[in-house]
Every structure is written in C-alpha cells, then in structure tokens.
C-alpha cells in the first residue's frame, strides 16, 4: 500500500462512523453542503486575522462535511443531479472564501506581492473546476491534472496548522496553473485526435539500440 | 545509442509528471506529495519572504546544530 493510501484508509474509519450517524439520523446532504460553506467562511474569517491553527482545525471540520455530504446522499438514496450542481456550486464559494481570507490578511500586512499570489492562486484554482466541467461539456471525460480540490484542501490545512501558509500558496498556484494547462491540452487533443506526446517519447525508447 | 533515444527517458518521466494521468495513492502520486512537503516544509520560509512564519524552518535549524 501507498503511504497516501494508508492515510486514506486511516481517516476512512472515524469518517465512517460520521457518515452512518448522519445516515441514521437521515440528515440531508444538501444541508451538510450548505454547512460545510458556513463553516468554511468562520475558517476564511480566521485566515483572515492571522489565526492560522485555529483556521486550519475549522477547515478540518468543514471538509468532513464537504467530503460526507455526497456519500450520506448516496446511502441514503438521495442522489439527485441538482445535488451534484449545488455541491459544486457550495465548493466554489468555499474556496473562493477561503482566499479571500487569506488577501484581506495580506492586504492588512500591506504585502502587495501575496496579495497578488494569492489571487492569482484563486482564479487558476477556480479555473481548474472550470475547464474540467466545460471540457466535459464537449468531451467524455477530462480527469487529468495533479491539482483537485481535495489536494488544494490539504495544502491549505497543512499551510495553516504548520504556519506555512506562503508555501502552500506557491504550490497552489504553480500546480494549478500546471493542472489547467493539463486540461486544456488534454480537451485539445481529444478534439483534433492529435498523437500523443508520450507515445512518441515511449516509441523512441522502444526503438532497436 | 542514438540521443533521441537517451533523452526520451528523462523527457518521458518529466512529461508524465506534469502531465497527470495517475490515480491518487499511486507510487507516483505518494513522489508528489514528498516532493510538495519538503518544499513546504524544508524551505526556510525566508526564501519566500512568508508575512506569517514566526521561525526559520527545518534547514535553518539543521544548518544551526551543524558547527
């Protein structure tokens, strides 16, 4: 097992036993969605007085709910597509709250350049989410790029309880805009039927010494 | 061995880590995510003139027990 994975498995059990104890108490998920977003704007108002550990606890508890509400929907056989819509909806607003925490703290430092990292941070984190649904508008399936949500998430809780918030920005932007690249090449190259770089490369490694 | 050929190792290996077709809780996603925590973590926060770090980092104080 990867060491992700053994991470995985091991936040899986105690999120499993909220996931039932909402499912026994037959708590909405649209009503988890909404308070995943209100609790994301109490950590955003943290971010935003330089309270980064209590922030980064808040956006713990935000992102269970975050990460339950589509799996109590499912339990309880209560997926629906306007589900899906409202739950990415909620998720924009959660992430966009969450920057903007971070450039009213910047802007109160009078740091212009963070200020600035962290909104271009910002728009490709929110240009991720779009080029993925719009591209899935006219192609299949476009689930490429290192940079989801759930990675964003993490960087931002590891930045917050470790103080390394600045850091955490820099991946944040440099990987998205890597991800979006990924996605608008990838919609490109479905569209055109273009070869695939990497075949070419794996050709000429293949090739007879 | 022709330099198409020596080349298009590292130019492969490069391609498929920015160019992210893998699954989380791959060997490759587990090399990312070593590679992202140490630049959290072992960067001195200096470098990136962070507003909010309040100590040097690890390297800082690595550098600091080294006589």
């Not at chain 1, 269970?64 to 509400?69: A, M």
């Not at chain 1, 989410?129 to 719009?134: G, K, L, M, N, P």
């Not at chain 2, 130019?11 to 630049?39: C, G, K, N, P, S």
Request: aromatic letters at 14%; charged letters at 15%; a positive charge.
């Amino acid at each position: 097992m990867t060491f992700t994975g053994a991470i995985g498995s091991f936040f899986n059990y105690p999120l499993r036993a909220i996931i039932a104890f909402c499912v026994r108490w037959q708590v909405h998920p649209n009503l988890l969605t909404v308070l995943g977003v209100i609790v994301n704007v109490v950590a955003a108002w943290l971010l935003a007085v330089g309270r980064f550990p209590s922030a980064g606890l808040v956006m713990l508890i935000a992102n269970v709910f975050d990460y339950i509400d589509g799996k109590v929907a499912r339990e309880l056989g209560q997926e629906s597509a306007f589900g899906g819509f409202w739950d990415s909806v909620m998720d924009r607003f959660s992430d966009i709250a969450l920057f903007i925490g971070l450039i009213i703290l910047y802007a109160g430092l009078h740091r212009t350049d963070y200020v600035v990292i962290t909104a271009l941070a910002m728009m490709f984190s929110v240009m991720t989410s779009y080029t993925r649904a719009r591209a899935e508008s006219i192609i299949a399936r476009c689930k490429v790029g290192f940079l989801e949500r759930p990675e964003r998430i993490v960087l931002f809780m590891l930045g917050a309880f470790t103080n390394r918030m600045a850091a955490a920005l820099w991946v944040t932007l440099v990987m998205s805009v890597v991800t979006v690249a990924n996605r608008i090449y990838f919609t490109w190259r479905e569209l055109n039927n273009s070869p695939k770089i990497e075949d070419r490369l794996a050709a000429n490694l293949a090739e007879e010494v | 061995m022709s330099v198409k050929r020596v080349l298009s190792f590292p130019l492969l290996m490069l391609w498929h880590a920015f160019f992210w077709t893998y699954e989380r809780a791959t060997w490759q996603y587990d090399l990312w995510v070593i590679a992202i925590l140490a630049f959290m973590w072992l960067v001195p926060p200096g470098w990136l003139g962070d507003p909010m770090a309040r100590d040097p980092g690890l390297i800082a104080w690595i550098r600091a027990l080294v006589p």
